[in-house]
Structure formats: structure tokens, C-alpha cells
């Protein structure tokens, strides 16, 4: 069965920290897609990126970059000099078996000023 | 390009009532993907419709149902509401080609509560 597991619940980090949002995933299939999606408080989840699992380069988007380790199961997302902006929710989701997809519990990212 | 639409964005009912929530994708998008997100369970996939038929599903009960329009608009529809059906409800959409390498683009919600 497919699972996707976010360990942390909450985190708080002051502004301009950098902060590293974890995501481990279990998966028999050998071929899976891995998304990142942002919820801030308006409730709609916005698309960060896709990662397949036949392409494990790490990938950087401004101040986002993103570390996919097969070997670990891991697909964890940093945010380098955070803004109060970054504040919001953060879903790992792993694609399967069609068009579903199969979510963490979400790590609430808190940036104080 | 507009994104993905949802109707109403709130919603109160009773327990017992039925409700049906309104999903517009974004224009050729043909996939329409049904999510629920509460407190205790997070997000959870409901069905995804494509070309007007459910092709996939997950565990809700039958009390959970949808459609799919010719114009790929979605309809979803809850009845003999239970308490525990209060939730964000979202809607995704995709080109609906792909499988599960297509990204899914989220409206902004139906928050349900139910009293």
C-alpha cells in the first residue's frame, strides 16, 4: 500500500533561517511520482513540483530546493532564507494507480518576523 | 488561464440534509479529482471523474456520490449528512491523459459544516 509519512507536525523558525520539511514514502511500485503542494490559510493547495521516481537530480526553484534520495524513500524540501510569506502548511503526495493521489498529514511551517 | 472553480465556498447544513458542491477545471482539463480534508483524517481521495465516468474511487460510503458534465464540470453530492462529513472539500483538475504523472491543480475549497 502506499503511504506518505511527514514526521514533522509544526515547525517555527525565525525569518531568514533556512528550514528543511521532511517526507518519507513506501511504495511497491517502481515507478511513482512524488508532488509537493503548499496550503496557506485561503485553503487552496498550490502545486510546488513533481519529481518521477526515474529522475532522482535534486532540484532548486529561488529560494526552494528539493532532495529526492531513493535509496531512504525520502523527498524532503528546503526553504533557504524563510519569509513570513512561507508561512502555511505543506502536503508531500505520492501519485498512484491512475489519478490519485495519497497525502501526508502536513508540517505547518511557522516564520516569525 | 483561470484556475479551478469551486461553489459554494461555505456551506452550513443539518444532519440528514443533502448538499451538492460545484467543480469547474481549468478549460481542457477533462479530469476531475474529489478530496476531503478534516482535522483528523488530513486528505483523503474520494473519486476522480474523466470523460463523465467515475474511473476511480476510494473507501467513502455510497452516501458520497458525484457526476461529470459534458463540459468536464463535476458535481458532488453528500446526502443523509452525518456530523462527521464536515470538512474542507476540495476539487483538482487535470488533463486526465497520463495517469498519475499528470499534476493535479486545486481550487480553493468548500468548507462543509454540518450541525
Known amino acids: 500500500a502506499q503511504k506518505v509519512t511527514q514526521a514533522q507536525t509544526e515547525i517555527s523558525v525565525v525569518e531568514k533561517e533556512d528550514v528543511t520539511l521532511d517526507c518519507v514514502y513506501e511504495t511497491r511500485d517502481t515507478t511513482y511520482y512524488l508532488f509537493w503542494y503548499k496550503q496557506p490559510p485561503s485553503g487552496e493547495l498550490v502545486f510546488l513540483i513533481r519529481r518521477n521516481s526515474f529522475d532522482e537530480q535534486n532540484e532548486i526553484s529561488g529560494r526552494y530546493s528539493w532532495n529526492f534520495q531513493k535509496s531512504t524513500s525520502s523527498f524532503n524540501f528546503t526553504i533557504t532564507a524563510s519569509q513570513v510569506v512561507d508561512s502555511a502548511v505543506y502536503f508531500c503526495?505520492?501519485?498512484?494507480?491512475?489519478?490519485?493521489?495519497?497525502f501526508g498529514a502536513g508540517t505547518i511551517l511557522r516564520v516569525k518576523s | 488561464k483561470a484556475g479551478v472553480t469551486q461553489t459554494p465556498r461555505y456551506l452550513i447544513k443539518t444532519r440528514g440534509q443533502q448538499v451538492t458542491l460545484s467543480c469547474s477545471p481549468i478549460s481542457g482539463h477533462r479530469s476531475v479529482s474529489w478530496y476531503q480534508q478534516t482535522p483528523g483524517q488530513g486528505l483523503q481521495f474520494l473519486f476522480e471523474y474523466f470523460s463523465e465516468t467515475q474511473r476511480n474511487k476510494g473507501n467513502f460510503p455510497g452516501r458520497f456520490s458525484g457526476r461529470q458534465f459534458s463540459n468536464s464540470r463535476s458535481e458532488m453530492n453528500v446526502s443523509t449528512l452525518e456530523l462527521g462529513d464536515s470538512a474542507l472539500y476540495l476539487c483538482?483538475?487535470?488533463?486526465?491523459?497520463?495517469?498519475?504523472?499528470?499534476?493535479?491543480?486545486f481550487g480553493p475549497g468548500t468548507r462543509l459544516l454540518v450541525l
Open positions: 483538482a483538475s487535470s488533463i486526465g491523459l497520463a495517469g498519475p504523472q499528470e499534476t493535479q491543480y
Open positions: 503526495a505520492l501519485g498512484y494507480g491512475g489519478n490519485k493521489l495519497v
